[in-house]
C-alpha cells in the first residue's frame, strides 16, 4: 500500500489527528483490561483510510463546518471500528500471531477475549452510528451482515481450485467494498447532500473498495516478503485463491496444469515458491491488473456525478494513487 496519503485535503494532517483520539476514545472504559484489548490494533497504528474517506465525502459540496466535521469523524470511525473488530475476528479464524506488526489479540490474550473484543468494537460502533441518525444505523448494521456474508463466500471456496471468478468477486464486494462504500455514503448522510449525490458517492466507495482489494491481492502475489513484511503468497498457501490465480488457472496451457497440480492444499515453502513463479510468469498478474483498471474507471466516473470541488479532485485522483502501487 502507498505511503502518501490516498484521501489528502489541504487539512489532513489535522484531520488524522481528531480521527486518532476519536476512535481512542471510543473504545475508552472504565475497566483497564479491557482497554488494553479494544485498543492493541488501534494504538498500533493504521492508514485510517476509511474515516478520512467519510470526511472527504462529507465535502464534497463545499468545507465542513465544525458540527459537520465532527459527525463525518464519527462516521468515519463507526466504519473503522467494524474493520478493526472484523480483523479480531479474522486473526482468531486465520490463527495469525502478527498484525500491523504487532502480536494478534488471540496470541496475547487468547481466542475468547479476542472474539469477545472484536465483538465489543463492534457494538461502539453500532452505538456511535445510532448517534447519527436511524439511516446511518441501518446502514452500518446492513454493512455487518455484508461483511459476514462476504466472509462466508471466501470460506466455503477455501482450497477450491475452481473457484468461480463470481465467487470471488462477490466475497471482496462484501469483505472491503462495502465498508468503503459505507463510508463514503455516511460522508454524504451527515452532509445532508442530494439523494443522487450521495448514491454517487456510494457508487464511488464500492468501486474504490473493490480496486484496493485487487490491488492488495496483487501485491500478495507479487511483492517480496520483504516488501509486504509478511511472506508473500499467504492467500495461495492458505487456499484463498484470488483474481490473478483464477485468471492463470483460466488462461489454460501448460502454466495453469502446473499450477493446478499444487493448489487444493497447504503449500510447503518451496511449493509455494513455485506457484508465485507461475503466477508472476504468466498473464494471471496483467489480467487482474487490468480488472483493477476497469474498477478505477468506475470510480472515476461516479466523481463526474459530484460537485466540482477540492474534495472531488480528491477523490478522482485516488484511485489511480492506488493502481500506481503495482
Known amino acids: 500500500m502507498p505511503s502518501a496519503p490516498l484521501f489528502a485535503l489541504p487539512s489532513h494532517g489535522a484531520d488524522l489527528a481528531r480521527i486518532e483520539d476519536a476512535l481512542k476514545a471510543s473504545v475508552h472504559t472504565p475497566d483497564p483490561y479491557l482497554?488494553?484489548?479494544a485498543s492493541h490494533l488501534i494504538v498500533a497504528g493504521g492508514k485510517r483510510l476509511r474515516p478520512i474517506l467519510t470526511v472527504v465525502a462529507a465535502q464534497v459540496a463545499g468545507p465542513a463546518d465544525a458540527d459537520l466535521h465532527e459527525r463525518a469523524v464519527q462516521?468515519?470511525?463507526a466504519c473503522e471500528l467494524?474493520?478493526?473488530?472484523s480483523l479480531y475476528h479474522d486473526d482468531v479464524m486465520d490463527e495469525a500471531d502478527t498484525r500491523r506488526g504487532v502480536?494478534?489479540?488471540?496470541?496475547?490474550?487468547?481466542?475468547?477475549?479476542a472474539i469477545l473484543a472484536g465483538d465489543f468494537l463492534l457494538a461502539r460502533a453500532s452505538e456511535i452510528a445510532a448517534s447519527l441518525g436511524t439511516e446511518v444505523a441501518g446502514l452500518l448494521a446492513r454493512t455487518i451482515g455484508r461483511l459476514c456474508e462476504g466472509q462466508i463466500e471466501e470460506l466455503r471456496h477455501t482450497y477450491n481450485s475452481a473457484r468461480p471468478e463470481a465467487s470471488y468477486l462477490s466475497s471482496i464486494s462484501g469483505k472491503t467494498a462495502s465498508l468503503y462504500s459505507t463510508a463514503a455514503r455516511i460522508g454524504g448522510l451527515v452532509a445532508d447532500l442530494p439523494r443522487p449525490t450521495i448514491d454517487a458517492l456510494t457508487e464511488y466507495g464500492e468501486a474504490f473498495g473493490m480496486v484496493f482489494q485487487v490491488v492488495d491481492d496483487l501485491l500478495d502475489l507479487t511483492a517480496t516478503d520483504e516488501q509486504l513484511g509478511k511472506p508473500a503468497g499467504h492467500d495461495m498457501v492458505e487456499g484463498v485463491y484470488t483474481l490473478p490465480v483464477l485468471r492463470t488457472l483460466q488462461a489454460g496451457g501448460v502454466a495453469a496444469v502446473e499450477l493446478l497440480s499444487l493448489l487444493g492444499k497447504?503449500?510447503?515453502?518451496?511449493?509455494?515458491?513455485?506457484?508465485?513463479?507461475?503466477?508472476?510468469g504468466n498473464g494471471g498478474v496483467e489480467a487482474a491488473m487490468q480488472v483493477a483498471r476497469d474498477w478505477a474507471q468506475r470510480a472515476e466516473a461516479a466523481c463526474e456525478l459530484l460537485p466540482p470541488s477540492a474534495a472531488t479532485d480528491v477523490l478522482y485522483a485516488a484511485p489511480s494513487s492506488l493502481l500506481a502501487t503495482l
Do not use: F, M, S, Y
Open 266 to 280: 497447504p503449500l510447503d515453502h518451496v511449493e509455494r515458491d513455485k506457484a508465485l513463479a507461475i503466477v508472476r
Open 82 to 85: 467494524v474493520q478493526t473488530g
Open 75 to 77: 462516521g468515519g470511525i
Open 35 to 37: 482497554n488494553e484489548i
Open 103 to 113: 502480536d494478534t489479540v488471540n496470541a496475547k490474550w487468547g481466542n475468547l477475549q
